[in-house]
């Protein structure tokens, strides 16, 4: 299996057969990555396309100074804010259910009650805490997407998760 680095010089060479090999390794994380940005699954596959025509469109760019996730990531941050700019927010979908064990916070396991305790945080820490819980990134591919250092993004979840934490406690 070729890395996502040698997909890429493979796109550039011409072969645009492999293009469909990097588009299934990250469609469905780039998609459920929009879709915790709109409540509207339509929408989130419009900006999940979106990611992956302006990836190739823009693919000469990449230099390889950062990991591709962290670029792919990178361009489907900045399409889901302008998305963003132009739309209310309105909290996710109750039937959506997902399970995600936060280190320092009591699970939660409906969609809305997550999305709920995120609307407590600023944008910058509901970021870093979706990339790092919902997407799985590390501490410095988060700082890479969010332009920040690697200290910034663990302080950012850290009190992200505080405030989550705290928000919690008080709803009981």
């Given at each position: 299996?070729?890395?996502?680095?040698e997909l890429?010089?493979?796109?550039?060479?011409?072969?645009e057969n492999?293009a469909e090999?990097?588009?299934?390794?990250?469609?469905t994380?780039?998609?459920?990555y929009?879709?915790?940005?709109c409540s509207n699954?339509?929408k989130a596959e419009?900006?999940?396309q979106e990611?992956?025509?302006?990836?190739?469109?823009?693919?000469?760019?990449?230099k390889?100074k950062k990991?591709?996730?962290?670029?792919?990531?990178?361009i489907?941050?900045h399409?889901?804010?302008?998305?963003s700019?132009?739309?209310?927010?309105?909290p996710?979908?109750d039937?959506e259910?997902?399970?995600?064990?936060?280190?320092?916070?009591?699970?939660?396991e409906?969609r809305?009650?997550?999305?709920?305790f995120?609307?407590?945080l600023s944008s910058?820490?509901?970021?870093a805490?979706?990339?790092?819980f919902?997407?799985?990134?590390?501490?410095?591919e988060?700082?890479?997407?969010?332009?920040?250092?690697?200290r910034?993004a663990q302080?950012?979840?850290?009190?992200?998760?505080?405030?989550?934490?705290?928000?919690?406690?008080?709803?009981?």
């Open positions: 299996m070729l890395s996502d680095d890429v010089e493979q796109i550039l060479l011409g072969n492999v090999e990097l588009i299934k390794r990250y469609y994380s780039i998609l459920r929009c879709r915790w940005h699954l339509e419009d900006l999940t990611t992956f025509l302006k990836l190739f469109k823009n693919l000469s760019g990449y390889g990991k591709f996730k962290a670029y792919l990531y990178t489907a941050n399409l889901c804010i302008d998305e700019r132009k739309v209310e927010f309105y996710l979908e039937e259910n997902i399970v995600h064990e936060y280190n320092d916070i009591v699970r939660l409906d809305a009650e997550i999305s709920y995120l609307n407590f910058e820490q509901r970021e805490v979706i990339l790092r919902g997407e799985q990134l590390s501490f410095g988060i700082a890479k997407v969010m332009g920040c250092n690697m910034t302080s950012r979840v850290r009190n992200a998760l505080k405030i989550m934490r705290k928000e919690q406690e008080n709803e009981r």
